[in-house]
């Protein structure tokens, strides 16, 4: 069963940095490329980034650029995001997805509020 568990959210005030982890079981995470999406208040899902399996290719959104960083580490199973001058914008449940055999696998989400 492949499961992906996020942490690292929380309450952070604007300008500031948060880093955010998925770990991932039952998968062979190194063949695997990962994408962040984030959910604000009454908003869509969207996606915010995205690596490919072996780590050297990524992919973000507009709003995210030159702020955000994804990486992976394949000997733990983990995706990182780092987030840097955070603003309130940002507010929102962020998650991890795999496209494992055809279908999409979600973690549960981890919070990120960023206010003052």
């Known amino acids: 069963q492949v499961q992906l568990v996020e942490s690292g959210g929380g309450l952070v005030q604007p300008g500031g940095s948060l880093r955010l982890s998925c770990a991932a079981s039952?998968?062979?995470?190194?063949?695997?490329?990962m994408d962040w999406y984030r959910q604000a208040p009454g908003k869509q899902r969207e996606l915010v980034a995205q690596?490919?399996?072996?780590?050297?290719?990524?992919n973000y959104a507009d709003s995210v650029k030159g702020r955000f960083t994804i990486f992976r580490d394949n000997a733990k199973a983990t995706v990182y995001l780092q987030m840097n001058s955070l603003k309130p914008e940002d507010t929102a449940v962020y998650y991890c997805?795999?496209?494992?055999?055809?279908?999409?696998?979600w973690g549960k989400g981890t919070l990120v509020t960023v206010s003052s």
């Open positions: 690596i490919t399996s072996g780590g050297g290719i990524t």
């Open positions: 997805k795999v496209d494992w055999s055809g279908s999409a696998v």
């Open positions: 039952g998968i062979a995470f190194s063949m695997y490329s």
